[in-house]
């Protein structure tokens, strides 16, 4: 125990870590690690032994040993044992479950089994998801360590989610869980932010204790933040917009309507609009009536079947208010057919032709914008009848040029065949004609 070289006692205490010298061992390399940093620049050279020296050779030169290596000098031990180096400590952390993570908090390198590190502390964490954490400081000194570690699962609960109305959507922790009223089970105990959102109602967010093996229960009272519509009114089917959106046709009820004042227009063709500035209460319904009548039986259309005022000099189609049929507006009274302006006043055609030149001529052309012209039944030509006036029968002031003549219609006779019916505009009345003859036809679209 004499030696001044620490890889003795380094070697001592490989072979007997736990010997009757081992304290001792660890103090003397300490202070002998302490003294070699004091004296690092200094050089230790152990006495040489005398050689004796013959006088019969006492004119040769000396002989003087041979110096021992400069590592041997310094320890006084052979360079063999000084080479040897510190055993290499592993650490290995046998998790349960398997696929937990592992780390060493304070150390650089990333945790592996049978990972090697310097005698010293250490800090272990292992986790996993649905565990609870496991820390723990180790001692590592001169044997390698295995150390078992089991996490213990995290206790779980359930949740119960309602609200009034029901249906409003559910997250947990930002994730969404579904609507109520909804169960969500198995939800690892502790605090979770629960939000509940349906559209024109205040969001909700709660925070929730989740207890392990319990049920946690959160009933919320949505407040309304929309009210709705009811809207009824004439004209029948007109289209009813709610600022500026197509909301449907008359009679119309719009839900989930944003509280606070909103703009309501009804619009039908023949008809002026109907506006008006409703004011729409939390969870409340606002009634609306509409009381609109179309300005006169007919409006002139142009070619692009605007409508215009009744004024105008120069229109290209007629609507009928009533029945909301188009009909085509004649061109040309004078007494000079013309084939190639279908719309010419004087034209004239058999049954046959005049769909299948006259109607098909105008939709060819897309007429006003148009292809679904078509010849009208007797019952929509009896309604341009005006009974009132004569040569024509008609209201000229929105159809000119109409002759005071027979005009054919779509329908045939029930047992003539042979025959199609028509009206007479010179006194409005309604009579059958052989199909062969040469008559005049007008044009019209829209609903039979």
């Not at 001692?139 to 995290?154: E, G, I, K, N």
């Not at 119309?252 to 703009?263: E, K, P, R």
Request: proline fraction near 6%; hydrophobic fraction near 35%; include cysteine.
């Amino acid at each position: 125990m004499n030696s001044t070289n620490p890889a003795v006692f380094e070697a001592y205490l490989k072979k007997y870590p736990n010997g009757e010298f081992a304290e001792i061992a660890h103090i003397k390399i300490a202070d002998l690690k302490k003294e070699s940093g004091k004296s690092a620049q200094a050089t230790v050279v152990e006495s040489l032994p005398d050689v004796p020296v013959k006088t019969s050779d006492s004119l040769k030169p000396a002989v003087v040993a041979t110096k021992p290596p400069l590592q041997q000098l310094r320890t006084g031990i052979s360079p063999q044992i000084a080479e040897q180096k510190s055993p290499e400590i592993h650490l290995t952390v046998a998790a349960t479950p398997t696929d937990s993570r592992i780390k060493i908090l304070n150390n650089q390198g990333k945790y592996q089994k049978g990972m090697v590190l310097k005698p010293g502390k250490y800090q272990v964490e292992v986790f996993r998801d649905g565990y609870e954490k496991f820390t723990q400081w180790v001692t590592m000194d001169q044997s390698d360590m295995v150390l078992p570690v089991a996490l213990t699962p995290l206790q779980k609960g359930n949740m119960r989610v309602t609200s009034d109305p029901a249906g409003a959507v559910v997250y947990v922790d930002s994730k969404k869980a579904g609507e109520t009223p909804i169960e969500i089970p198995e939800q690892l105990a502790g605090q979770k932010t629960v939000e509940i959102q349906k559209d024109c109602f205040e969001p909700i967010s709660r925070t929730v204790t989740v207890s392990g093996g319990q049920q946690a229960v959160v009933a919320v009272q949505l407040t309304a933040k929309c009210g709705s519509l009811h809207i009824t009114g004439e004209p029948s089917g007109a289209d009813v917009y709610l600022d500026e959106k197509r909301a449907g046709s008359l009679p119309v009820d719009i839900a989930d309507v944003s509280i606070g004042s909103h703009q309501i227009v009804v619009k039908k063709d023949g008809h002026p609009d109907y506006d008006e500035t409703v004011t729409v209460q939390a969870g409340r319904t606002t009634s609306v009536t509409t009381s609109v009548k179309p300005p006169s039986k007919y409006s002139k259309l142009d070619s692009n079947g605007k409508q215009l005022p009744n004024s105008a000099k120069s229109w290209m189609m007629v609507r009928d208010n009533e029945t909301s049929l188009i009909w085509e507006i004649k061109q040309k009274n004078d007494g000079v057919k013309n084939y190639g302006n279908p719309n010419d006043a004087d034209n004239t055609y058999t049954w046959d032709e005049s769909s299948q030149k006259f109607i098909s001529a105008l939709n060819a052309a897309h007429w006003g914008g148009f292809s679904d012209w078509r010849l009208p039944s007797i019952a929509e030509l009896k309604t341009l009848v005006d009974s009132k006036r004569t040569r024509p029968a008609i209201n000229i002031g929105y159809f000119p040029n109409t002759q005071s003549s027979f005009y054919w219609s779509s329908t045939t006779h029930d047992s003539r065949t042979y025959d199609a019916w028509g009206a007479f505009f010179d006194l409005g009345y309604y009579v059958y004609n052989f199909k062969s003859l040469y008559f005049h036809a007008r044009a019209v679209r829209g609903g039979q």
